[in-house]
């Protein structure tokens, strides 16, 4: 890496965080929960341990991408040192909900209930992210003319090839289960909870609507996912909500209601006990209604 020194860019309206990039050569960085009120990307070279993220706990090693939305718990424990650079960028800085259709890294690398919040990275993809880091450095310590415009270019860049990868080693994982039956179920499973999230929040509705027993459908939630499917169907449904919160200015109670809850006190319970964070003050320190600016 060109830096060995963190660089960060403030928003000047508010004075918070906007970008931030940092290197990083021990595992005390993430050994307590980190949970951050901007969009946080990892690029590991080095080492292997364990990430605690959201429900789940998965083992890596070595050269990772690792990708968190705002909120989203996550702790890495080694008994070797890591090293490697982190990104860090407030959704006022770059949105990829906005962005959706030019980075489609929403669903991808971020807020992808249905795989691990990471990618393996070959030297190659290493070469090609180190390449676009350094360049955002070499931008940050040499403030220009349109820089914020320029760092989010290569933000989406980044962005843009993370989710390239992620989508080439997707259909890996159904390679995994020797039970042909099962790939089915399990993208039976995605499509209904995308469809019904909104209505249906009971594991139970699932097994029928998929004419599977609920001891199965546990079995293979938790064998594939790394999860129960109640956490998996309390993950999307926060997922959707906190897109609304920070897209729109629907008061909560109209979310709550648009997402299965008929009270609002219950909905804010729920969400806070999921993002760790009240809907109020997730809008506050997030941003609201950014669709509609």
Known sequence: ???????????LKNGNLAFKIFPYGDNGHFDHVQRYNYYTVI??????GKLRSDFSEYDFSGQTMMCFSPYQPFMISSDQNLSGIVLNFHPDFFCIHLHQKEVACNGVLFNNIYQPPFITLTDRDVVIFQGIIEQMQTEMQNAALAQHELLISYLKILLIHGSRLRVEQSPLALAEFPDLKEPFV?????DAIEEHFKTKHSPADYADL???????LARITKNHFNKTLTNMIAERIVIEAK????LTSKPVKSIAYELGFNDEFYFSRFFKNNADVSPQLYRETVGFAKAEV
């Open 43 to 48: 690029v590991n070279l080095e080492g292997s």
């Open 210 to 216: 998929l004419n599977i027993s609920p001891k199965a």
């Open 1 to 11: 890496m060109q830096t060995q020194k963190p660089l960060t860019l403030v928003d």
């Open 186 to 190: 399990l993208q039976n499973l995605k």
């Open 243 to 246: 897109r609304e919160l920070y």
